[in-house]
T-cell receptor, first 110, second 113 residues
Framework: NAGVTQTPKFRVLKTGQSMTLLCAQDMNHEYMYWYRQDPGMGLRLIHY???????AKGEVPDGYNVSRLKKQNFLLGLESAAPSQTSVYFC?????????FGPGTRLTVT | GDSVTQMEGPVTLSEEAFLTINCTYTATGYPSLFWYVQYPGEGLQLLLK?????DKGSNKGFEATYRKETTSFHLEKGSVQVSDSAVYFCALRDSGGYQKVTFGTGTKLQVIP
């Protein structure tokens, strides 16, 4: 039982490049979330999903897209990376009150 | 909208000292309240929770009481250890449908021997 896993752990992008972050959970949770964590800002919700095939915008969705084609996977895409997207990205999943977090992806955009 | 305000850090304490990290919230309805902990290089993990007024959440020697009258959920521990060094996040989940959680900005705790 791996819980929530994230791929990759680290990535460096140049401005304008694209990439996809993968989140996978093996707990059969309906709800999945993408957050970004920046110093002094706490965690801010980017997008979330309440079930397979559904997605919705969170607090800071601009510049990101998501897809939930399979229940266990939640993908976060950056179509044209910008330095402002340098951050640590966390995926989480939940069934009831507790959210289970992945280990994070540290992304640097130069 | 919902919001969570917690004391700024970092907080530096000696081992065996008493810890309080203040947290207050603004929400409509009847939110559930949480403390999450993040150890260096890891994701957040749930430390304790309280789902209604006057509930006390506790785990690993940490406690917090849901105070509706003061809209607060302060985290306390009687005797901290070096291993408690981490970042602590206060959070609330609104009483609506999809389990959206609002996090505070986090308080870094450093415990020195």
């Amino acid at each position: 039982n791996a819980g929530v896993t994230q791929t990759p752990k680290f990535r460096v992008l140049k401005t304008g490049q694209s990439m996809t972050l993968l989140c996978a959970q093996d707990m059969n949770h309906e709800y999945m979330y993408w957050y970004r964590q920046d110093p002094g800002m706490g965690l801010r919700l980017i997008h979330y999903s309440v079930g397979e095939g559904t997605t919705a915008k969170g607090e800071v969705p601009d510049g990101y897209n998501v897809s939930r084609l399979k229940k266990q996977n939640f993908l976060l895409g950056l179509e044209s990376a910008a330095p402002s997207q340098t951050s640590v990205y966390f995926c989480a999943s939940s069934f009831s009150y507790e959210q289970y977090f992945g280990p994070g992806t540290r992304l640097t955009v130069t | 909208g919902d919001s969570v305000t917690q004391m700024e850090g970092p907080v530096t304490l000696s081992e065996e000292a008493f810890l309080t990290i203040n947290c207050t919230y603004t929400a409509t309805g009847y939110p559930s309240l949480f403390w999450y902990v993040q150890y260096p290089g890891e994701g957040l993990q749930l430390l304790l929770k309280a789902t209604k007024a006057d509930d006390k959440g506790s785990n690993k020697g940490f406690e917090a009481t849901y105070r509706k009258e003061t809209t607060s959920f302060h985290l306390e521990k009687g005797s901290v250890q070096v291993s408690d060094s981490a970042v602590y996040f206060c959070a609330l989940r609104d009483s609506g449908g999809y389990q959206k959680v609002t996090f505070g900005t986090g308080t870094k705790l450093q415990v020195i021997p």
